[in-house]
């Protein structure tokens, strides 16, 4: 068995253009899963954790950010082979989306559409840690 597999990524945000009050946040489209998630993939060899999250944010948003506070670990098993993600809350400044090959659609979306457009149920968890490190609107 190999060893556990090590990703990151950001539950990315934005504040919404005036009057909207609270934040947007950016799911990604992986038509691959055909799955809602928030940026993430995995490190590349001598890439921290924090590096990876940006430049996983970047490839799959077309975004840059500044992250935030760090969110509570995800630990699940994929493709057979146990995995680890730290997340990061982040905000998105410059940027705008193309679609690749690994990334096909991005939403900007409300905490509570976010919330249930979201595949995975550890990815809910993850959100309800991160709305709690936002800016009060």
């Known amino acids: 068995m190999s060893g556990t597999v090590r990703a990151a990524g950001c539950v990315l945000w934005r504040r919404p253009p005036a009057p909207a009050v609270g934040v947007e946040l ?3 489209h992986r038509p691959r899963y055909d799955d809602w998630s928030f940026p993430k993939g ?35 098993v994929a493709h057979g082979r146990p995995k ?25 979306l409300s905490p509570t559409a976010a919330r249930e457009r979201l595949t995975q149920p550890r990815d809910r968890e993850v959100l ?10």
């Open 26 to 28: 950016c799911l990604v």
């Open 42 to 76: 995995k490190l590349k060899r001598g890439e921290s954790l924090r590096a990876a999250a940006v430049r996983e944010v970047l490839e799959e948003t077309g975004h840059h950010c500044v992250p935030g506070a760090v969110l509570p670990m995800v630990r699940y």
């Open 128 to 137: 309800a840690a991160a709305l709690r490190t936002f800016p009060e609107p």
């Open 84 to 108: 680890e993600v730290t997340y990061w809350s982040a905000e998105a400044t410059t940027g705008s989306f193309t679609p690749n090959d690994e990334v096909d659609a991005v939403l900007w």
